[in-house]
């Protein structure tokens, strides 16, 4: 092997248990490690939730199933993904566009994809060669985004309920809101109502401690459980997502809240499952309820959507993936066509400097050594222009054989 190459375990073939055993404990010392191992030139490790992969530039000495027992001991062999030379790249841009990602289109994966790069860079283990491979698949991502719907329309229960409450209320700036429960998905829904130009944001839950824990964390307002009722009667919207094993909204309280509300309208969403509100509170002049089953209809949709554009993405990264693997090939040549020069400039220096000790025993050091400077430098520039000039052709045409010829031509060593 050598060149670009991958090693990936990520949620598609393996467990959470694998990707635990998996999991980098300090990425910036695992770096290192890495970067010194045998035949590794340059390193990044791209660390999520979902994935654990490392992106290597590694010379042909490099032992994969070396470097896989020393960085994923616990983990199975049959789980570990290996992609090389274009394939690596393939993988790489499809990541970024998000086709890798389990939600299709997730924009999250785009940070992520920078955050690793930088701190490879900070680290001293990008790499040139690393270093085109992130920036351009970065680009591939905000191209894909901005060209096709691969990102569009809420995809989770959390986001749907959002946006299905800023539709039906036209806007969500300047409302009262009222979210019910702080767990996982409490903590989802707060986080993107958060985000909107809210009047108030009151949060119950319970358990008052994480209310207020999840309040304070976005600039909210915790409510006690039992003075829900109380809040409703202000809130323009009302998002339930508990736990709890029974209905903690009823057709009576219900009743009794819009009683108070004296003809304004509430809007509730239940997202909890089993239901938080009693299906008799939509029969109560006034509330309009909506509950899991018409969000999942919403993100069903939006997921056909997103996965229709599929298509479109992938013409993506073919056309983009042709003119990474060009900037490799030339960045190839450069390296090639450098090494000659070094070479030759080498031979120049020597030769020039025995021509110098020529003239300085002779006395006429002044009168000849620029001339001497300038008539070498010259004949080496034309010497190599024709050869460096087949070069560059070789290497976009891919004429592996002259490549390598011209290294072993020449004895060049290379970078």
Known sequence: MNGIMSVSITHKWASLNDLECARIGDVEVTLKA?????????????????????????????????FVDQFFPLVPRQLIGRYESRDALKRLLRLAAGLESMIVGEDQILGQLKSAAEIARQMDTLGLELSLAFSKAIQVGKRARNETQINRGSVSVGSAAVDLAEKILGTLDDKVILTIGA?????????????????????????????????ERLNGVAVRFDRVEEF?????????????????????????????????????????????????????NGVELHNIDDLKKITEQNLLRRRSEIGKVVAIINEELKVLEEQFKKRRADELIASLYRNAESIRTRELQKAYKRIHADGDAQRYQQVLDDLTGSIVKKLLFELTESLKEAAISDDHDLMLSAHKLFKLKGD
């Open 232 to 284: 409703l009667t202000d809130a323009d919207l009302a998002i339930s997502a508990t736990a709890a094993p029974h209905y903690i909204l009823t057709h009576a309280q219900l009743t009794n809240v819009m009683q108070r509300r004296y003809g304004r309208r509430l809007l509730i969403v239940d997202i909890a499952n089993p239901r938080d509100v009693e299906e008799a509170v939509a029969g109560i």
């Open 183 to 215: 767990g996982e998905l409490g903590t989802l829904v707060a986080v993107a109502l958060a985000e909107r130009n809210l009047k108030t944001m009151f949060v119950s839950n319970r358990t008052f401690r994480r209310a207020q824990t999840l309040a």
């Open 34 to 66: 890495m970067y010194a191992v045998q035949g590794v030139r340059a390193c990044v490790i791209l660390q999520t939730c979902n994935r654990i992969e490392a992106y290597l530039n590694v010379d042909s000495d490099f032992d994969v199933d070396a």
